[in-house]
């Protein structure tokens, strides 16, 4: 089994930043580049979205339209650790933020992709 921990979330103005940490672990968490790591976010009354991803053995990301330019995910295979630094936050970007991991290789933009999950951290942009 594979465990993630999602930490970083907080309180923000508009305009600030935040950065999101996510720890791997686990019995079957052998090499963490073997895992494309990816962000979701899920807002009230809405579906869960793909932010960014990190994809495996190789590192090549790719990212949600809303984010381009603002988001940045990055992944340290020596701590088992996938982050994602957050500029120019807007309301709009107010959610919960999950951290996810999938066996699959590629660039994987839908949840079920994903086989394993964090609990989430919640990210409030003040306007």
């Known amino acids: 089994q594979v465990q993630l921990v999602e930490s970083g979330g907080g309180l923000v103005q508009a305009g600030g930043s935040l950065r999101l940490s996510c720890a791997a672990s686990?019995?079957?968490?052998?090499?963490?580049?073997?895992?494309?790591m990816g962000w979701f976010r899920q807002a009230p009354g809405k579906e869960r979205e793909f932010v960014a991803g990190i994809a495996s053995s190789g590192g090549n990301t790719y990212y949600a339209d809303p984010v381009k330019g603002r988001f940045t995910i990055s992944g340290d295979s020596a701590k088992n650790t996938v982050r994602l630094q957050m500029n120019s936050l807007k309301p709009e970007d107010a959610a919960v933020y999950y951290c996810a991991a999938s066996r699959f290789g590629g660039t994987l933009y839908h949840p079920n992709d994903y086989h394993y999950w964090g609990q989430g951290t919640q990210v409030t942009v003040s306007s």
């Open positions: 686990g019995r079957t968490f052998s090499t963490f580049s073997s895992y494309t």
